[in-house]
Structures are given as structure tokens and as C-alpha cells.
């Protein structure tokens, strides 16, 4: 599994969680190992619990950088890819804050309306500027 099937993997699981407020993780990552049956990979299962234990965190970035926009209102589907770009903005070392963002913006354009990807890129940008990852 690459990067990307790993993200949209771990998508439809904060998809998932975001319908039960990130309770019981566990349960909802092996019900959805079973059903989906999909492999189980390390890199799915980092962003998904990490997501699990600091999405108030990431929620509160989000809505601090989403213009006229309550969290509440925000599709689930656009909010688990904002989640999922703001975990790895924040939190992997490893993924440059405009990977992280230019893949979120490609899983708009796969899972979401035609003006979905420019408020994504708007409000993940404004976060990466918030948090100083430009320079």
C-alpha cells in the first residue's frame, strides 16, 4: 500500500470515528480491518490513533483558520481530510507541511465538490502560516 491509498485508507476510518466522537478507536479500526478487509499497516494505524487522541487539538486549528466556518458545518468527509493534513503538519516529521496539504487537496478533488478543494487549500494554508511552517 502507498502514501496515498495509506491516507484514504485512514480517511475513511476518521470518517467512520467522526460519527461515534472518536470513541472506542480501537473497535472502530479492527470492525473496519474486518469488514473492509484492508492490510493492516503501520502508517494507517499511526494516523488514525493519532488523530483519535489530539482531534479536539486539530478541530480547534481548524476552526481558528476556517473562516465564517463552525467545524459543525464542515462536511465530514472534507473535515477527516483536514484532519488527517493538519495531523501530518503537526505531528509527522516526516511529511513537508506542503505534502501534507497538496494530498489533502488531491483527496478533495476525489471525494468532495467542485469548491471543496480552494477552501481546503485556503484553511490548511492559513494553519501551516499560523503555525509557522512557512517561512
Not at 467522526?18 to 479492527?30: A, G, M, R, W
Not at 478487509?37 to 480547534?60: C, P
Request: with cysteine; aromatic share 12%.
Amino acid at each position: 500500500m502507498n502514501r496515498r491509498e495509506t491516507r484514504e485508507r485512514a480517511v475513511e476510518l476518521i470518517f467512520e470515528a467522526s460519527f461515534h466522537n472518536f470513541e472506542n478507536p480501537q473497535l472502530i479500526y479492527d470492525t473496519a480491518k474486518t469488514v473492509r478487509e484492508f492490510e493492516d499497516n503501520d502508517y494507517v494505524r499511526t494516523l488514525f490513533f493519532g488523530i483519535s487522541e489530539n482531534y479536539s487539538l486539530i478541530d480547534e486549528k481548524i476552526g481558528e483558520c476556517a473562516k465564517g466556518w463552525k467545524t459543525a458545518r464542515i462536511s465530514r468527509m472534507i473535515l477527516s481530510i483536514m484532519r488527517l493534513a493538519v495531523y501530518e503538519m503537526l505531528f509527522s516529521d516526516d511529511v513537508p507541511f506542503n505534502v501534507a496539504i497538496n494530498e489533502a487537496i488531491e483527496l478533495t478533488k476525489e471525494y468532495a465538490f467542485d469548491e471543496s478543494p480552494a477552501f481546503v487549500n485556503g484553511v490548511l494554508n492559513k494553519i501551516a502560516e499560523n503555525e509557522g511552517l512557512k517561512n
